[in-house]
């Protein structure tokens, strides 16, 4: 649940830069947008895969 907690944490985190480049036309907070949106990329696969090693280590314990 840490790991959920810390990608709902950049999500809001991004949600300024968001505003500054659609409402204000600031590219470089495209930038780091598009960083951001990388970083949850990857977060949200460690997730899944956490998931998923989680869910095999029940099934093997039944």
């Known amino acids: ?5 810390e990608l709902k944490k950049l999500i809001e985190s991004l ?5 500054k480049f659609y409402n ?4 470089a907070a495209g930038t780091r947008i598009r960083k951001g949106m990388q970083d949850i990329k990857n977060m ?10 989680t869910k095999n280590s ?5």
């Open 1 to 5: 649940m840490k790991k959920f907690e």
């Open 15 to 19: 949600e300024a830069d968001a505003d």
């Open 24 to 27: 204000k036309g600031n590219s």
């Open 44 to 53: 949200a696969q460690a997730i899944r895969l956490e998931i998923q090693d």
């Open 58 to 62: 029940e099934s093997e314990k039944k």
